[in-house]
Structure formats: structure tokens, C-alpha cells
Antibody, heavy 122, light 107 residues
């Protein structure tokens, strides 16, 4: 059974750095073709991809947010960590982590965490 | 263009067929994936690849991609299909793209 779960603060102040952890089970981030990504969704708005990290430590970032994002993995703990610097109220959103999987048809996000709502406010 | 465009809202009568579409240049090279999101819940993958359904997704869901347009078809829509639907692809750099979402109402 594959599960992912996001954890981190629910409230951050403007200019602070947000650190979110995705803890997963049922798969390994050392397996070829596997990645974990972060996607966010502001209240009432669409999904927005943020970052990806793959089994070989290849990292991808949204071009519009690249300067503020860092993604890392700890394979021994089955965790992926996302940091977002200089948080602003417009970054208020539910943040999801999801497994990115390749099976020959291309990559797709096949399993998602429940999401964690992060509010940016002073 | 590295965007995916969806109609904001679509409605369908109970038991009828509805098609939700997604347009974008990236779809010429990478078939659309589709996610269903019910209120307050995480997205769920319903279609991937050319037209593949994950285990547990009813066969009334089907997908296709032609040219720059991807389509999700629900044949015999049920009340529980009322949700937001998002298409997803990759741009030429391999970066994920999401459409703006379509709110499906089942009448």
C-alpha cells in the first residue's frame, strides 16, 4: 500500500521560510523511474506544480518559483523535504506531495498525500 | 505555449455522456493525464497514458489525445462524478503542467 503524508507548519509569517516534509511508504525513492513532487493549490484555485526530485537525485523546479525553492530527499527515512523562502500571503495554499511514476507511458502523479494547508499571515 | 486550457465549468444530466477538454501545445508530444478532485479532497488520478485507468476507476471514464487537445469522457455520468477535473501534461523540458480545472456539475 502506497501512502504519502505532508507535515509542517500551518501558519507562517511573511518573509519566513516554509519547510514541508513528505513522508511516504510503500515504495522507494531509490527505484529507477520514481520521483516525488510537490504541488500546491490556493483556496478555490487550480493546481500548481512546484518541484520534483527523482531516484537519481535529478531535481526540477517551476521556472516561476525556482529562486525560492529547494527540494531534497532522505532515502533512509523515506522523506522528501521542500523549502520555500520569503513566504508571502499569496503563497497561502494547500500543499500536496505526490509520487511521480514512469511506466512506459510517461510520468504521472499516481499517488497523492492528503495535503496540508499553509496560511501566510502576520 | 506552455499552458493547458480547460473550460471552467461543464454540466451533464445524470446518466448522460460528457466530454471535458484540455488544449495546449504540449499535448502534441505528451498525452493528457486527468485527475478528479472532490471538494476537500486530494486529487485522484483517473486517466494516464493513451487511455489507461488506475485500479478502482470505473470504466465509464475514458481519455484520448488528438493534436493539441486532450479529452476526458464520462459515459453515463453518476452523481458521485460531480467534481473538479484537472488535465496534466509535461512541457518540452519535462516540467509538469496543470490546466485550470473544469467544474463538472451532474444535474
Amino acid at each position: 500500500q502506497i501512502t504519502l503524508k505532508e507535515s509542517g507548519p500551518t501558519l507562517v509569517k511573511p518573509t519566513q521560510t516554509l519547510t514541508l516534509t513528505c513522508t511516504f511508504s510503500g515504495f522507494s525513492l531509490t527505484t529507477s523511474g520514481v520521483g516525488v513532487g510537490w504541488i500546491r493549490q490556493p483556496p478555490g484555485k487550480a493546481l500548481e506544480w512546484l518541484a520534483l526530485i527523482y531516484w537519481d537525485d535529478d531535481k526540477r523546479y517551476s521556472p516561476s518559483l525556482k529562486s525560492r525553492l529547494t527540494i531534497t530527499k532522505d532515502t533512509s527515512k523515506n522523506q522528501v523535504v521542500l523549502t520555500v523562502t520569503n513566504m508571502d500571503p499569496v503563497d497561502t495554499a494547500t500543499y500536496y506531495c505526490a509520487r511521480d511514476y514512469w511506466n512506459g507511458y510517461g510520468y504521472y502523479f499516481d499517488y497523492w498525500g492528503q495535503g496540508t494547508l499553509v496560511t501566510v499571515s502576520s | 505555449s506552455s499552458e493547458l486550457t480547460q473550460d471552467p465549468a461543464v454540466s451533464v444530466a445524470l446518466g448522460q455522456t460528457v466530454r471535458i477538454t484540455c488544449q495546449g501545445d504540449s499535448l502534441r508530444h505528451y498525452s493528457a493525464r486527468w485527475y478528479q478532485q472532490r471538494p476537500g479532497q486530494a486529487p485522484v488520478l483517473v486517466i494516464y497514458g493513451k487511455n489507461n485507468r488506475p485500479s478502482g476507476i470505473p470504466d465509464r471514464f475514458s481519455g484520448s489525445t488528438s493534436g493539441n487537445t486532450g479529452s476526458l469522457t464520462i459515459t453515463g455520468a453518476q452523481a458521485e462524478d460531480e467534481a473538479d477535473y484537472y488535465c496534466n501534461s509535461r512541457d518540452t523540458s519535462g516540467y509538469p503542467l496543470f490546466g485550470g480545472g473544469t467544474k463538472l456539475t451532474v444535474l
